[in-house]
């Protein structure tokens, strides 16, 4: 970190003491050592339950990745093309991708339509990334296949669009494929922003082998442990911190498609005890949803092999984490085994994970001082704010916290979290613009607001997602967690923004629920409490409530608020 501390003042700064020093250079070198051990690896359990399951050693990865690369090669695909996948979570997606690798070209994951419906919207966002990727070949399902067959746009933008079903006739090709470096992309990621044009997170090999060996160091993975995943492979806690890390370093995974998990979460927690999983992850709402639908006598499970559960993605809340443990504990859950983490695309995927030793940590701060002051001070106050640890960097990674002039700060003061790692990302993919502000002398700001405490990390939001109210700096999670308990209103259902007044000179808090209740009293009811419950817990008032349908709110992939979307769609709806 370039900047000094100021005085007298002990520094928010953050240093592991180990270096990433992962055991192969690529994901690819990783890929051939796991498959002349040739050790059990992955096991695909189909959306039906009584399906039997699937199981996929890393040989057989390999001698698909290589019949991948031989239909790409028979494509016209040369060195350092992109490809686009827009595969189910299952073996096709993990197969493409190394095949894209093997290659030479770079894979580019995509999620699949989550809105359900709004296929012209889909298509048109579709388009923006093939053509910010300048992708020319997409590999995706025979279904999808058909639908953009339907748009004259995407039918001229990509030169092939290739299926799983190309490959029927295609033996196990050994070709001389180029020669991968750890300086070589590995993939692109786009990340999930709010709004302006896609931004893809270029990783390099070195920076995907280099977090995959911090999170396997930090969670000391071996071949004992067993993974158990439900979430989808586009985004990057399911693909880096469950499938790629176990390739880098081999032990067995069990993946379940997302579709059975949101019809029945219970799922996640059945196989966990049928496959003896020690290790999972999710974000903060998966939690929640597993305790709201658990179903049946939870007596009939046995959680007690379970060792750490990863919550991440999104806001931590330790409400949601004392519930779950609390509910499973007659599934004989250990109490010790939530493990609050930090990460973003543009690190590869993890930045901090809690000791193992002393796992969760929180604490209660002064709600007042944070929003004038920035500063965290402890407090046993009934309208503290609640903070949970997400603990401490991985190896070959530092953090500090840094205030808007680039001078870190000293501990307990709230600023942007700013990283260097050997993970982060070489840029967005051709936009400088982008990079610079992101990128700068190997430093990556982050965005994200956080305050370091006894040598430990806690994160407190998004710079850009603060509602500055009155000189006070609101923060829209604990706008919406207060809104949440009014009765009508569901956890994750609700989006709080700010909408600037030129009148008063200072930020309107506006809020967006989503609720299933169309019946005007009803309404009155929910939006008169809810101004009650923020102004007697925040001191703040409500400007406006807005209600909406339940899935208008817009959502990233991982299911996290688009605020500032919000904002957009409820300002122009005004208008």
């Not at 709010?194 to 995959?212: C, D, E, Y």
């Not at 979460?265 to 709402?285: Q, S």
């Not at 939006?527 to 339940?550: M, N, P, S, T, Y």
Request: glycine share 10%.
């Amino acid at each position: 970190m370039p900047s000094e501390p100021k005085p007298s003042a002990r520094s928010a700064l953050l240093e592991s003491t180990t270096p990433a020093r992962p055991p192969h250079p690529t994901l690819l070198c990783a890929l051939d050592a796991g498959a002349r051990e040739d050790v059990p690896w992955l096991t695909l359990h189909n959306t039906e339950a009584k399906a039997e399951p699937k199981t996929l050693s890393l040989r057989q990865l390999r001698e698909s990745a290589h019949r991948y690369a031989h239909l790409l090669h028979n494509s016209g695909v040369q060195r350092g093309d992109r490809v686009l996948l827009l595969l189910p979570t299952g073996s096709a997606f993990i197969e493409a991708m190394l095949g894209t690798m093997l290659a030479g070209a770079v894979p580019v994951p995509l999620a699949g339509n989550l809105t359900f419906g709004a296929v012209e919207r889909y298509l048109h966002n579709l388009k923006g990334i093939a053509d910010s990727a300048e992708a020319r070949l997409l590999i995706t399902s025979g279904r999808m296949r058909e639908t953009i067959a339907g748009s004259a746009e995407l039918c001229e933008r990509f030169r092939h669009v290739l299926t799983p079903e190309s490959l029927e006739g295609l033996g196990v090709h050994q070709g001389l494929w180029p020669s991968i470096s750890e300086t070589d992309t590995a993939f692109i990621q786009y990340t999930s922003g709010t709004t302006g044009k896609p931004k893809g997170a270029v990783i390099s090999h070195r920076a995907l082998v280099s977090n995959a060996y911090g999170i396997a160091h930090g969670l000391q993975i071996g071949p004992e442990s067993v993974g158990i995943s439900w979430l989808p492979l586009f985004h990057d806690m399911g693909l880096i911190g469950v499938v790629l890390t176990s390739i880098a370093h081999p032990y067995p995974i069990h993946l379940m498609p997302p579709e059975r998990f949101v019809m029945q979460p219970r799922g996640w927690l059945e196989l966990i005890a049928k496959a003896r999983g020690t290790l999972t992850a999710g974000p903060n709402f998966a939690y929640e949803m597993a305790v709201a639908r658990s179903g049946g006598p939870l007596e009939s499970l046995d959680l007690s092999c379970m060792r750490t559960m990863l919550n991440g993605a999104e806001p931590v809340h330790e409400a949601t984490l004392e519930r779950f443990i609390n509910h499973y504990a007659p599934a004989r859950l250990r109490n010790d085994v939530m493990l609050p983490v930090y990460g973003l695309a543009e690190s590869t995927l993890a930045v901090a994970f809690p000791s193992l030793d002393k796992r969760l940590h929180s604490m209660r701060v002064d709600r007042e001082a944070l929003e004038s002051q920035g500063r965290a001070i402890p407090s046993d106050s009934p309208q503290a704010r609640s903070l949970v640890s997400v603990g401490v960097p991985l190896a070959g990674t530092s953090f500090g916290i840094f205030d808007d002039t680039g001078q870190l700060l000293p501990e307990g003061e709230v600023g942007e979290i700013r990283v260097r790692s050997a993970s982060l990302m070489d840029g967005y993919f051709h936009n400088e613009e982008a990079s610079r502000e992101a990128l700068s002398d190997g430093e990556l700001r982050t965005g994200d607001l956080g305050v370091i405490r006894n040598g430990l990390l806690y994160v407190t939001g998004r710079k850009k997602d603060l509602i500055i109210k009155g000189g006070r700096n609101i923060h829209p999670y604990d706008v919406e967690r207060i809104a949440e308990r009014v009765n009508g209103m569901r956890m994750g259902g609700i989006a709080a923004f700010a909408r600037p007044n030129p009148k008063t000179g200072t930020d309107d808090l506006v809020l967006a629920a989503e609720t299933m209740d169309a019946d005007d009293a009803t309404r009155e009811r929910i939006q008169r409490e809810i101004r009650g419950e923020v102004l007697a817990v925040l001191g703040v008032k409500v400007d406006d409530v807005h209600f909406c349908r339940v899935g208008t709110l817009p959502r990233t992939t991982s299911g996290k608020l688009k605020r500032k979307a919000c904002a957009t769609l409820f300002t122009r709806s005004e208008a």
